[in-house]
Structures are given as C-alpha cells and as structure tokens.
C-alpha cells in the first residue's frame, strides 16, 4: 500500500529492500518514532491570518517533528458549524503538511449559551468540542454537552478557569505579581473549575478532557478523579515546565499566556504527574499573534506562546534529560496518548499503517531562532535557547514534510 | 552614582546609597526653591516629555515645575484612555520621542511596566511618573525625604502605612525605599486589599489599624478608591471609614509627635479623619513642596550623561554628591 509502513528493518518484505528506486535515508544516532501528535494548536484560520494559516501552522508543525494536530475552534468566526469544520479539514488537505483534526466549540459562537450541532459536527470531522480560549461556565451546559458527547465517543476539552477568580488578572498571583504590582489570577481559578468538571463527568459518564494544566491543586484533583473512576484526561504544555512566574520579572509580554507561567512547587507536581500518568499526554497550546500585538506593554499585549517548533526539545530537556522519563515513556505521551484520548487509532510504526515518522537527534543540540520558524508567530520566550532533539526529517503519508538541511540522503 | 544610570523604574532597583544621593541632591534643591528667583540653569538645552497616558494633575504639575526650574524645554502629552490599542501607541510613542530627540520621558501609565517597555525601547533616560500598580518612585522618594526633614533619619523608625496594599504603587515604592534605609515598615488594610504573601517585602501586617498606629513615628494614609475597584473588594466607603479611617482618636496611640502623610488627593473622612488632615501632625503640603525639590534631583542626575552641547554644565552626579551641588547649580541671579 502506498505510504504505508511496509515494515521495520528484517521484517519489512524483501521486495521493498531490495528496490533500487527508493531513497535511502541515512541518520545515524538519531531515533525513528511515529509521528508527534499534538493535541491542542490554534491554527487562527479562518480569520485570523495575520497571526497564522492552517498552511503555515501545518508547516511549523512538521518543522516540530508533528504529523498530527488538532486545531482549537476560537477563530473569527468560531468552528462552530459543518461547512466551518470543512473548510479546515480541505485547506489541511490542500497544504498537505500534517493531519488537521478540527475540535468544534461546544456553544454557538463560542458564547457559552446555545449548544452547536454536536452530532453534525462530529460527523463533519470534529474529533472533540471545546470552547477553548474560554471556559464552558455554565454547568448545566457542561452536564448537557457531556451527555450527548458521551453517546457520540468525544471528549468535551475544557479550558479550565473560572471567569470571575480570573478577573482581569494577567500572571500568575503569587510573590512576583506582588511585587511587580501585576493582576493575579490565583491557581484555584483553573482547580475549581477542573472539580466542577469532575463532579459532571461523574454525574453524566462523559469524558472530560483538561487541556493546559498548569496547577498542582488541579493536579490532585484529577488524580483523585481517576481513581474513581471518572472519566478525565489531561494535558500541559512544556512551558509550564521550564520556566516559572518568575520569568515574567521584565515584563516581557512573551511570557504572558493563560493558564500563566505557576510556582516552582506547580512545576514540581505537574512533572510528577507526567511520570505517574496523572496528565496523560503532552501538547504544546501553540498560540501565534503578529509582532505587533506582542511588542508592548505587558497587560495590552495577547495572552498565548507559539509551541510546535519548540515542543520537543523543551520536552526532552525537562523530563528525559533529568531522568524522569525514559526516550519512549516521552514519546508515547506524544503520539499513542494524546490520539488515544480522541479516540483515534495510529501512533504506532506497525506494518500497514500510514507512515507518520518522525527522525530526530536526542543528542543534537540547536539554538532557537524565532526568525527561522515557519510559523508566522514568533512570540517565544524561548529565543536564543539552546535545546537537545533537533527533528531531522517528518513524514507524513510516505511523503517527507520537512527534513533538516544537515541531513544526509543518497539513492540505492 | 545614580549619574551611571540611564532610567529610575523604581526604588527596588536602587541601593540605600542611590536614594540617600537623591535625599542629599533634593536637599540642594529645595534651598533653590526658597529663593527669590527658584531658578537654576541646571537642565538648560534639555528636552523633557511628560507623558501621562492615565489622568494626573499634581504628579504632572510637580514634573513639569521641576523640569521648569532647572530650565528644561518641557513638552506634555496626555491622554485618557484612547480607542486605540494601547500597546500599539506605546510603540509609535516611543519611535516618535526617537524622532523628536528627547532627552528624558517622565512617564504615567495604567499598565505595570510600561516605563520599563520605553526603556528598553528607547536611548532617552526615562522616568517612572507612577505604572499601574507596580511603582511610584518619585513619590516614595518624596515621602521619605519628608520624613528625613522632619525626623532626622530614616534607620530604626517605626513607620505605618494604611490602606488598599494590593493596588497601590505608592506603597511599594515606599516600602521598598523605607526598608532600603532601615526603617521597620507595618502595613495594614482590608484582608482583600491585602497582596498575597506581602511579608516578603520585608514589612509586618497589623491585624488592625490600631495595631499598625501603635507607637508609631510616622503614619501614611494611602488615597481608598473603591469606584477603581472591583466592587467585590469592600462593601463601602463608609464601612472602610469606619474600620480603617485614620482619625484623631486612633492617632492617639501612635508616638506623640508622629507624622501623618498622605499622598493625595485626599479622601477626608473616609480614609482620613479631618482633624488628622489639617491636624498638627500632618506634613501633607510639605509633601506636596518636597516633590517638585525631588523630581528636579531625579531629573538632574539622570541628566548627568545626557548633555546635548556645551551649554549644559558638565556636572554630573559625583560632582554634586562630592560638592553637595552648589557650585554646579548656578543660581539665576
């Protein structure tokens, strides 16, 4: 079958060895794994392409080492109906460089009043709901949207926060907003909600999915949930992982997003609960916006960090380096965990399956160049950084989707 | 010292011997300003931008007197609150005060560290004139140099600071300031206008305001805005008088010549009783003179590295601080 894994090593058949015409891929010391899946993206089509295209978006991806993502539905207008989500399935399509499962909001223009067609929706491709970017507040309309995704096989995908803790706060509320006389927003403003959620996936048999977890007490919550039984996954992000609210010390707008940058002892539980599988899978939350809405003021500028071009490295720099993860415990919460927790098959580099690979060099170390990124967003705290696991080549379907200038190729 | 640097952010970024150089420069100056003719050449060829993107009138008022009293051009920019994105004209500001080559910005802005973003944006020395509610340096500076006049000095007094912690900018430049110089600094105020983990700075938290006022050298009683507020904070004026109004009764348990300040406008009879206002305690107008002395000791060490051509005296900081700044500050006469 074309672009599919024919198989690894001995196993795959001796006609496919043997076949003079294929390239020959030569990357000695790197790693072959299934392709990265990144569960949380905002692609910003359609709408906001000043910020970002689903073209560019799915370029920075494959840059990443990421053949999967799956894209937030708060563009302008939100994908909140059918022809919306197939609009972003055929650009994905026409740009070619990674699968693009949408996520459709769980309310009507993202209000938090009106339910969408969630079953029209899901038979249109949408592989989740949320309304992210923005809680679903109202519990009855979680309880609702619970149920009927319960029947379908969907996670409803919860941007845990509660609006009114939040306030206008724009950093994490501790000794440094203190200080730096900034709004906080407390870590209970994300707990809260994520045990409201708890109780209505308890209440309903839905599956909540915890997207950007950045508090231990949410942390707690969801652990004790899962042992009940409950049906609630989650994710972080790898900035929650390398940095603290310290970071925002200069007022550099660059560390601004929501959920913000917690306390070192948050940073300590969210690693725990990655080793204990707490938080199932790892995502990146790739947030662009121009230049210009990031180049001011801290409280102006957007909330939200570009993440896929970065994600790798900063994951194998904060959880595989320190040993709390082995190479494949890391890569498993980047590929089978976050596809599981859609639902989706794949991950894996079994025979027959369509070849998603991604080659990269644990060892390799690179600089981060914000200038060098294909996503149009460039709003990285991580400029200048130095980090392992520089992504060789990403194939998507048998066809190569990036590969390092470096690498070395030759035909048989 | 302070000579060296290009801005002043804020007091947490300044050693005890920066402020107590701007404490001794601000002295000088406020002699200039008991003169017939308050007037030094000092800023001469010099352009000053008062940028107040929030609305002011004594902060503005005491820059731009100060800025006149050493002799700068001055220009004034204010604005509040437009309908354009206010990073965005934060960003066209800065490249507009590049074009019109300015020397030094004294900026107020809603947003903390917004000074900071045109300092790094910009050659300009540039000067925190109050940022959201992170800093007010030039106004910590002027209440401590008001509490130098009056009490000699700063190290081992006992000095109580009243009010809504959370949201005030003068409160951190002051605790900052005071703690620098030795001073023991016990806050005191609604629970909800109360930062988290404020003992950090260094200060005590009084369970009351009377528990704050007890033997104190010096109270200052900070401006209550609840309309600012979220309305979730407090209930209500009348019920903040009541429980954390500085009046004459409660002043009573403070040492018997304490200072009373306030940083104005002032609220009477909600956070300060007015018998305490216009009582013999209070400093409240000295402030308001002190400021202009302080400002143009900001203005004029900052300057230190700013001169245009050779109209300007080469005097920098070191001179002034070695000299005292008499022989550098020319009396007009």
């Not at chain 1, 801290?298 to 595989?320: C, R």
């Not at chain 2, 109050?130 to 106004?139: K, L, R, Y």
Request: aromatic share 4%; hydrophobic share 40%; glycine share 8%.
């Amino acid at each position: 079958m074309d672009g599919a894994i024919a198989g690894l090593g001995e196993d795959a058949p001796a006609d496919v060895r043997s076949n003079r015409a294929a390239e020959v891929i030569q990357a000695p010391g790197s790693v072959i794994c299934p392709g990265l899946v990144d569960i949380h993206v905002h692609l910003r089509e359609p709408g906001q392409e000043e910020k970002e295209t689903i073209e560019s978006g799915t370029r920075a991806a494959a840059r990443g080492g990421f053949t999967t993502v799956a894209c937030m539905p708060n563009t302008a207008p939100p994908l909140d109906d059918r022809p919306r989500i197939e609009y972003v399935i055929r650009r994905a399509r026409e740009s070619g460089h990674a699968r693009v499962h949408p996520i459709a909001a769980v309310t009507r223009g993202q209000m938090g009043e009106a339910l969408t067609e969630i079953e029209d929706l899901v038979q249109a491709g949408a592989v989740a709901v949320s309304d992210d970017g923005k809680p679903v507040r109202n519990a009855e309309i979680m309880r609702r949207a619970l149920q009927l995704t319960r029947a379908l096989g969907v996670p409803v995908i919860q941007h845990a926060e509660d609006p009114d803790l939040k306030g206008d706060g724009v950093m994490h509320e501790g000794w440094t907003s203190t200080r730096l006389g900034m709004k906080g927003i407390p870590d209970a403003a994300e707990s809260v909600m994520v045990a409201r959620d708890a109780l209505l996936a308890e209440l309903t048999g839905g599956h909540v999915h915890v997207a950007h977890v950045s508090a231990g007490r949410s942390v707690d919550i969801i652990r004790k949930a899962k042992a009940r039984g409950i049906r609630m996954t989650a994710e972080t992000a790898p900035h929650y992982l390398v940095l603290t609210d310290e970071a925002v010390e200069g007022f550099d707008p660059r560390t601004k997003m929501n959920p913000p940058l917690r306390s070192a002892k948050d940073r300590d539980t969210l690693i725990e609960a990655i080793v204990d599988g707490t938080i199932d899978c790892l995502a990146t939350d790739h947030a662009p916006h121009t230049e210009i809405e990031k180049d001011s003021d801290f409280d102006s500028a957007p909330f939200g960090i570009v993440g896929l071009e970065t994600a790798l490295g900063l994951y194998i720099k904060a959880l595989v380096e320190p040993k709390h993860l082995s190479l494949p415990e890391l890569i498993l919460r980047l590929t089978v965990n976050p596809l599981r927790v859609l639902g989706l098959p794949g991950g894996t580099l079994e025979a027959g399956q369509p070849a998603d690979v991604t080659v990269f060099d644990p060892a390799r170390r690179w600089t981060v160049r914000a200038a060098e990124f294909a996503s149009m967003g460039r709003n990285t705290p991580f400029e200048g950084w130095e980090l392992p696991g520089r992504v060789a080549l990403t194939m998507l379907g048998g066809r190569v989707t990036y590969r390092a200038a470096a690498l070395e190729t030759s035909a048989r | 010292m302070i000579g060296t640097r290009k801005d002043l952010l804020g007091l947490e970024d300044l050693s005890a011997d920066e402020i107590v150089s701007i404490l001794d420069t601000a002295r000088t100056f406020r002699e200039v300003l008991d003169r017939p003719i308050p007037k030094v050449p000092s800023l001469r060829g010099l352009t000053a931008a008062n940028l107040f993107f929030e609305a002011s009138t004594r902060t503005r008022l005491s820059f731009e007197l100060a800025e006149k009293r050493l002799s700068a051009d001055t220009v004034n920019f204010q604005t509040s609150g437009s309908s354009v994105s206010k990073g965005e004209s934060l960003k066209d500001t800065a490249r507009n005060i590049e074009a019109m080559g300015i020397h030094l910005v004294v900026i107020r802005h809603q947003s903390s560290g917004a000074p900071h973003y045109l300092a790094r944006n910009l050659d300009a020395g540039v000067i925190n004139a109050g940022d959201g509610t992170h800093e007010h340096p030039t106004q910590g500076l002027l209440d401590i140099f008001t509490i130098r006049e009056r009490r000699g000095s700063i190290a081992g007094l006992r000095v109580a600071i009243i009010g809504d912690i959370m949201h005030s900018r003068v409160a951190r430049s002051n605790i900052w300031g005071l703690i620098k110089l030795g001073a023991s600094v016990t806050v005191a105020g609604p629970p909800t206008m109360m930062p988290l983990e404020v003992e950090r700075f260094g200060v005590s938290v009084a369970r009351s305001v009377d528990e704050a006022i007890e033997g104190a050298d010096v109270v200052n009683i900070l401006r209550i805005q609840l309309e600012r507020q979220r309305s979730t904070l407090y209930s209500s004026l009348r019920e903040y008088a009541r429980v954390y109004g500085v009046t004459g009764e409660r002043l009573r348990r403070a040492k018997p010549d304490v200072t009373v300040m306030h940083p104005g406008p002032m609220n009477r009879g909600v956070e300060i009783a007015q018998d305490v206002a216009d009582g013999k305690h209070s400093v409240i107008l000295e402030q308001v003179t002190n400021g202009v002395a302080v400002r143009m000791a900001v203005l004029y060490l900052l300057a230190g590295h700013k001169a245009p051509d050779e109209s300007v005296p080469e005097t920098p900081a070191t001179e002034t601080q070695k000299a005292h700044g008499e022989p550098s500050l020319h009396p007009r006469r």
